[in-house]
């Protein structure tokens, strides 16, 4: 076993598991982080997407060992600590918007949308439909029309 460090939620972490362990894995089984959900282990269907230093990633196609000790890990337990408020405002958007369906996938909606909504912000313009279609994370309730639109409603209070 080796010991691996890193950011989360904005608490230093340590674990001691093997280098090839997936960060998913690490999250839920050692960690008991059990927001980014297991769905199909392989980077397809985006239900664990978290960030790392602010961008979407998919903690079930990394490697604990790739995961350097000043990275920070963000998972939906630890996004509204980004906005000092008791919900992030995409949060707010999605129960104002009654998007939830069986709720499994969105956590990583979520983390996906707000990830997209600070990449298009930083770049100096507003979310596109086109920008939209990019997300490409997977709900097998079909909920797809209201998550465009707390996606909408969410990046304008970000």
């Not at 199909?40 to 602010?54: D, E, L, P, R």
């Amino acid at each position: 076993m080796a010991q691996h460090s890193f950011m989360l939620n904005g608490q230093k972490v340590t674990v001691d598991v093997e280098d090839s362990v997936r960060l998913l894995w690490v999250l839920r089984d050692v960690l008991g982080v059990t927001g980014p959900k297991y769905g199909c282990g392989i980077n397809v269907c985006k239900a664990c997407t978290s960030h790392i230093n602010g961008k979407a990633f998919n903690p079930c196609s990394v490697q604990v060992k790739d995961i350097a000790p000043t990275d920070e890990i963000t998972t939906i337990e630890g996004l509204a600590d980004t906005v000092d408020a008791p919900l992030h405002p995409m949060q707010q958007a999605w129960i104002e918007r009654d998007v939830a369906q069986c709720g499994y996938c969105q956590p990583g909606q979520i983390m996906a949308a707000v990830a997209l909504v600070n990449k298009v912000h930083a770049e100096g313009r507003e979310i596109t439909d086109a920008d939209l279609d990019g997300i490409r994370n997977v709900c097998r309730c079909g909920t797809y029309n209201r998550i465009r639109d707390a996606i909408k409603v969410g990046a304008t209070r970000m």
